[in-house]
């Protein structure tokens, strides 16, 4: 009888304690789970709005130092006829290069096919669109699932595609740095995250991480954009009017290069 009395306690004695560690590993995932979730509320909210309006100021100082300089080069020009018509024909055959595209044909239309998708799934995306409207109360309509899907994955593939490309061609290459290959796997990576988050399938972290991992990512490209190439999505409609307008120097510009080199007494 004592000898089953202490079988029986031995076995209580066995799940009273496997109980407890199921416990102990609960609160143990709980308090990850609220840990990540203040993460995630962190990057959402004030990281998010620090990318966000250093993203916006950044691009403002550009456009607007730009347009500003440009306005003095013309004030200051000995020649003031800027043929602006020919101009704006000119930036919108820059940024539509649909004339190119017979020359180049694959890297025309994966560069245009990636900066469409990179540009109408962050505004237009539904999730976007919410973030915005809980925070400054902005909204407008958002693009179907099935097509923000697509350009997501348009996004990714033209992004390889660019690098490789650009990894294959010599004259490219020659004039390459670093920063031109990571610039499109930096772009490419909040793709890559949000179609994880809509495909669970294809997630291999927690739902939390990745969302983490997805938000940092576009708060990192915000920042990214006003101090590196990717800002020239806001300088380039003006590369034509600044090259127009470089060559149109100051009446005395010429005796003054000529003073500068130290040739002013020598014959044109």
Known sequence: MVGVVAVKRSFAGYFDSRFTIHDSRSTKDDKERRTMEAWLEWARGPAFW?????????????????????????????????????LAVA?????????KIKKRAIYSVTTVAFHVSIIVVPIFLAGHI?????????????????????????AIVTAIALVIERVAARDSRQISHFSDYLIPVLVMAPFATGL????????????????????MSANLLLVLIPITKL????????????TEVAWHFTPDAGSKLAVALGKEKEPI
Not at 91 to 99: E, H, N, S
Not at 135 to 154: E, K, M, N, Q, R
């Open 50 to 86: 620090f990318a966000l309006a250093f993203f916006a100021l950044g691009l403002i100082r550009h456009v607007g130092l730009t347009w500003w300089e440009i306005i003095r080069a013309v004030a200051r020009a000995g020649d003031q006829s800027i043929p602006y018509k020919n």
């Open 91 to 99: 930036t919108a055959r820059w940024l539509f290069p649909v004339g």
């Open 130 to 154: 919410a973030l915005i409207y809980r925070g400054v109360g902005l909204s407008w309509p958002a693009i179907p699932g099935h097509l923000a899907d697509l350009l997501t994955l348009i």
């Open 196 to 215: 994880m988050l809509a495909r669970p399938a294809l997630n291999p972290l927690s739902m939390e991480a990745m969302f983490f991992a997805h938000v």
């Open 231 to 242: 800002s020239h999505c806001a300088l380039m409609p003006t590369a034509q009017i600044v």
